[in-house]
């Protein structure tokens, strides 16, 4: 498995990879088949240390944990013991996906804009409503069953997941309700 431990205006030393390499690797042996990446991300904010630990698996699935805590190593503990808990709610579900799909999660590409409006002075419209782009950046979408979508959704922690439906290779969005519920968009 590829592991990138950065530290954003921190330096991350030695004891502490070892650690988490050592925390995530057992993580990953009980509750994970196959795992491909895991990317653990340290910060600071204000007077506390931020972690966010993120583990790629081959199925296409994404589980992302984030914590934060006075000490490095609680930061890290607090992000890993949520990971653990999503992983191990998830196992039943990840088996029995991994059992039906026996090739891994096809992925195709789109691009993703974040738009802004430009605030016109004294409230006037323009003459072309056309957004500024503020960013241009390309998204992967995955080829997933409903199923697969809501878990990867909530597994992400994401308010919205766009996937590509594989029983008619439509374009599906998975989003969650203001009730709660997860609401489900097929226009195909």
């Known amino acids: 498995m590829l592991y990138k431990i950065t530290g954003k205006k921190i330096d991350i030393g030695a004891p502490l990879q070892g ?3 050592s925390v995530v690797d057992t993580i990953i042996e009980k509750y994970a088949e196959r795992p491909t990446d895991a990317t653990i991300v340290f910060s600071r904010s204000s007077y506390e240390f931020v972690c966010e630990v993120s583990v790629h698996l081959s199925t ?5 944990a984030k914590a934060h805590d006075r000490e490095i190593y609680a ?11 999503q992983l191990r709610r998830y196992k039943r579900r990840l088996k ?3 059992r039906e799909r026996a090739q891994p999660v096809e992925l195709s590409l789109a691009s993703s804009y974040i738009l802004s409006t430009q605030n016109e002075p004294n409230g006037v419209e323009p003459e072309k409503l056309q957004p500024l782009i503020v960013a241009e950046m390309e998204q992967k979408i995955q080829s997933l069953s409903v199923g697969e979508a809501v878990m990867q959704m909530e ?3 994401a308010p919205v997941l766009v996937f ?3 029983g008619h290779n439509g374009v599906n969005v998975v989003y969650r309700r203001e009730d709660g519920n997860i609401g489900w968009v097929d226009p195909g």
């Open 19 to 21: 650690h988490v390499k």
């Open 155 to 157: 597994l992400a922690g």
């Open 75 to 85: 930061a890290f503990n607090a992000a890993s013991e949520k990971m653990e808990t």
């Open 60 to 64: 296409g699935l994404t589980a992302q």
């Open 164 to 166: 590509r439906n594989e």
């Open 96 to 98: 029995d996906h991994h």
